[in-house]
């Protein structure tokens, strides 16, 4: 039995208030006529019985205001309409500063708040659930260019929020046992007020309008970036919250997936992002899917040649077969895309292992492959004789393989720009050459998202997604960073990270 509209729209209000009666009055039914949806809709095996249980999910907004500063009013109001929608809990951070090009004008002035965020200061420390801490009790400095500096500790084991004008975000390795330590600041609900001084302009630089969505399911947290538009509106997910009330948000400009590593993409971030009726997918509607890393290369890795028992652990276990890692990929694009949809493969290092592995390999000693490698070989000859613009062979087999999508791979020169991000960098490749990172791409200026590392960050104007695979790979021994987490592009060309944790990707 197919889906209908009907039961699209049913499914995506459950998930959103995860409550039969609130989600029934929402939809202008009675009580009775929900649960008559949901037996059919279970019954075509749309919807697991998780989605209807009863929640304890919490939700609140949390940003930071300075003294002496007014708030933007228009995004104040926003935020109302968010709160007041989902029952959420607004929590205002308190920043003191001394503007000291205004002192020294004008003299000291006493302390004020804008009106209307008293009521929401919250200034001691507070747990928000067993993982997760409100860190308002700890003064940031509010021209600090790296506001998380020297705070991996004082959450202990739990993730850390840090009231502060700028949203920074950075993973802190833990033990694989556990997720990874988050910290994160919130942006600020006041306007940028600093001093004319060298650090006032660059906080007035990396200043954000904005605040972070926490929602908490028991000992589960997600948190979301929300960053405002000049008239104070936002967005958050697949709704965008105005002064004056709410909307159904357009399709999402795009979606940047962490790295896919198709081999060792984990099935529970495969059916949230892709394939459930309730993925991001389905729900954002992205018009772009930003994919990086979407081949692993195991079957010939260069780093496998001088480890000879797992190159004979992969001999008797058929795990070397370059064709048959390449017929899966394909088939597995075939599966989380559809024809409609526009994908674009990002130039990356584990994408370019196999154009690496056709210069070094000798066919001769590797009769599994020889095939495969005479047929993408004798292509980049032929090309590379009339032209220096080197054949990529993922791209040539997909464009064999994969007709029936719309597809196109760039490279870190492309400079292609969704929104306001360009989203042509992998992020191994630095500035001249050098290897990448996140906070290097802060010095070029610009706003970027990037793949790569597997550990989800916030750096300025710099996203870095983490990975769509396992957390647990043969090459991130010991404490881990990773994390399951995409970015989403909205249609105002802003972003926010979206981390996938259990297998949800919201509470």
């Given at each position: 039995?197919?889906?209908?509209?009907?039961?699209?729209?049913?499914?995506?209000?459950?998930?959103?208030?995860?409550?039969?009666?609130?989600?029934?009055?929402?939809?202008?039914?009675?009580?009775?006529?929900?649960?008559?949806?949901?037996?059919?809709?279970?019954?075509?095996?749309?919807?697991?019985?998780?989605?209807?249980?009863?929640?304890?999910?919490?939700?609140?907004?949390?940003?930071?205001?300075?003294?002496?500063?007014?708030?933007?009013?228009?995004?104040?109001?926003?935020?109302?309409?968010?709160?007041?929608?989902?029952?959420?809990?607004?929590?205002?951070?308190?920043?003191?500063y001394e503007n000291i090009t205004l002192t020294s004008k004008n003299g000291r002035e006493e302390k004020w708040w804008a009106a209307g965020?008293?009521?929401?200061?919250?200034?001691?420390?507070?747990?928000?659930?067993?993982?997760?801490?409100?860190?308002?009790?700890?003064?940031?400095?509010?021209?600090?260019?790296?506001?998380?500096?020297?705070?991996?500790?004082?959450?202990?084991?739990?993730?850390?929020?840090?009231?502060?004008?700028?949203?920074?975000?950075?993973?802190?390795?833990?033990?694989?046992?556990?997720?990874?330590?988050?910290?994160?600041?919130?942006?600020?609900?006041?306007?940028?007020?600093?001093?004319?001084?060298?650090?006032?302009?660059?906080?007035?630089?990396?200043?954000?309008?904005?605040?972070?969505?926490?929602?908490?399911?028991?000992?589960?947290?997600?948190?979301?970036?929300?960053?405002?538009?000049?008239?104070?509106?936002?967005?958050?997910?697949?709704?965008?919250?105005?002064?004056?009330?709410?909307?159904?948000?357009?399709?999402?400009?795009?979606?940047?997936?962490?790295?896919?590593?198709?081999?060792?993409?984990?099935?529970?971030?495969?059916?949230?992002?892709?394939?459930?009726?309730?993925?991001?997918?389905?729900?954002?509607?992205?018009?772009?899917?930003?994919?990086?890393?979407?081949?692993?290369?195991?079957?010939?890795?260069?780093?496998?040649?001088?480890?000879?028992?797992?190159?004979?652990?992969?001999?008797?276990?058929?795990?070397?077969?370059?064709?048959?890692?390449?017929?899966?990929?394909?088939?597995?694009?075939?599966?989380?895309?559809?024809?409609?949809?526009?994908?674009?493969?990002?130039?990356?290092?584990?994408?370019?292992?196999?154009?690496?592995?056709?210069?070094?390999?000798?066919?001769?000693?590797?009769?599994?492959?020889?095939?495969?490698?005479?047929?993408?070989?004798?292509?980049?000859?032929?090309?590379?004789?009339?032209?220096?613009?080197?054949?990529?062979?993922?791209?040539?087999?997909?464009?064999?393989?994969?007709?029936?999508?719309?597809?196109?791979?760039?490279?870190?020169?492309?400079?292609?720009?969704?929104g306001k991000y360009d989203i042509s960098n992998h992020g191994h490749i630095g500035a001249n050459g050098s290897r990448g990172s996140a906070?290097?791409?802060?010095?070029?200026?610009?706003?970027?998202?990037?793949?790569?590392?597997?550990?989800?960050?916030?750096?300025?104007?710099?996203?870095?997604?983490?990975?769509?695979?396992?957390?647990?790979?043969?090459?991130?021994?010991?404490?881990?960073?990773?994390?399951?987490?995409?970015?989403?592009?909205?249609?105002?060309?802003?972003?926010?990270?979206?981390?996938?944790?259990?297998?949800?990707?919201?509470?």
């Open positions: 039995m197919t889906e209908t509209a009907t039961d699209r729209e049913t499914i995506e209000v459950l998930h959103r208030f995860r409550n039969q009666t609130k989600a029934a009055k929402y939809l202008g039914i009675s009580r009775n006529s929900m649960k008559k949806r949901i037996c059919r809709i279970r019954k075509k095996g749309l919807m697991s019985e998780t989605t209807t249980r009863t929640s304890q999910v919490k939700r609140y907004v949390i940003t930071a205001a300075q003294n002496n500063t007014q708030a933007h009013p228009q995004f104040l109001e926003s935020i109302h309409q968010y709160c007041e929608h989902f029952g959420a809990k607004l929590m205002v951070i308190p920043v003191n965020l008293v009521p929401h200061f919250v200034t001691e420390r507070q747990t928000l659930n067993d993982n997760l801490m409100l860190m308002a009790d700890v003064s940031v400095n509010a021209t600090n260019k790296h506001p998380l500096s020297g705070f991996e500790t004082v959450t202990g084991k739990r993730s850390g929020i840090f009231g502060h004008g700028q949203i920074e975000m950075q993973m802190i390795p833990t033990p694989l046992s556990k997720l990874p330590k988050m910290l994160h600041t919130t942006g600020s609900v006041t306007m940028p007020n600093y001093s004319d001084t060298k650090a006032g302009r660059i906080a007035e630089d990396n200043h954000c309008i904005g605040a972070l969505v926490v929602e908490t399911d028991g000992s589960r947290f997600w948190i979301r970036q929300i960053r405002a538009d000049e008239d104070g509106a936002f967005y958050d997910l697949n709704l965008k919250f105005t002064p004056s009330g709410i909307e159904q948000a357009e399709p999402a400009l795009g979606l940047v997936c962490g790295d896919i590593h198709w081999d060792f993409i984990c099935p529970q971030v495969k059916a949230a992002t892709f394939t459930a009726s309730d993925s991001i997918k389905a729900v954002l509607k992205p018009r772009k899917l930003i994919l990086h890393d979407v081949l692993d290369f195991y079957s010939a890795s260069h780093h496998h040649e001088k480890n000879a028992l797992l190159r004979f652990h992969k001999h008797h276990n058929q795990k070397n077969n370059v064709q048959n890692e390449l017929d899966r990929l394909v088939d597995g694009v075939r599966e989380i895309t559809h024809e409609e949809d526009d994908v674009v493969f990002v130039g990356s290092n584990h994408n370019e292992h196999f154009g690496q592995w056709l210069n070094r390999c000798n066919p001769n000693d590797d009769p599994e492959n020889a095939l495969v490698y005479h047929e993408v070989r004798l292509e980049q000859l032929r090309r590379a004789k009339e032209s220096r613009e080197f054949l990529d062979p993922l791209e040539w087999w997909f464009e064999k393989h994969l007709t029936d999508r719309r597809f196109q791979f760039i490279d870190h020169d492309s400079g292609m720009v969704v906070k290097q791409f802060t010095k070029f200026g610009g706003y970027y998202i990037l793949g790569h590392s597997h550990t989800p960050g916030i750096y300025k104007n710099v996203i870095q997604v983490g990975t769509s695979s396992v957390l647990r790979l043969e090459y991130n021994d010991g404490p881990s960073s990773w994390l399951n987490s995409h970015a989403i592009i909205y249609p105002n060309g802003l972003a926010s990270l979206i981390h996938i944790i259990d297998g949800r990707w919201r509470a």
